[in-house]
């Protein structure tokens, strides 16, 4: 599944680039983590990314996290029923990124507090402003 979602991804980053009110840098935030993770390595457009902790890792994932440089900025639900919460820490921990921010919220996987998004904007901003 990742390897057929990075197509499309890029795709739609192409399509994106080409409206001329569209201009980077670019940002990338929710989706999959693995196949965010993947996206990150492949897509040198990127320049900062938003990542959910709220999927399975594969084990190559874990592998390719540590070629992932970007800023990253990664939520992670301590309660989430669906989580491996153990997958998701060691998956940050193998990001080779020099800034990365874990930010783990008590709650489920649907419970993420509304502050999170203005983090997240504030990361963007920073990142892509």
Do not use: C
Request: net charge negative; charged share 25%.
């Amino acid at each position: 599944m990742v390897e057929q979602a990075v197509p499309e991804w890029r795709s739609a980053l192409d399509d994106l680039l080409n409206l001329p009110e569209l201009r980077g840098p670019v940002g990338f935030s929710g989706g999959v983590i693995a196949i965010a993770t993947r996206l990150a390595v492949l897509e040198p457009r990127i320049a900062a990314a938003g990542l959910f902790a709220g999927s399975f890792v594969p084990r190559s994932i874990i592998e390719e996290a540590r070629r992932v440089t970007i800023p990253l900025h990664v939520l992670l639900q301590w309660d989430d029923e669906g989580n491996d919460r153990q997958a998701a820490l060691d998956l940050f921990d193998a990001f080779g990124s020099r800034e990365k921010t874990l930010y783990a919220n008590l709650g489920g996987h649907t419970g993420v507090p509304r502050f999170a998004g203005d983090d997240a904007a504030r990361f963007f901003a920073r990142h892509l402003g």
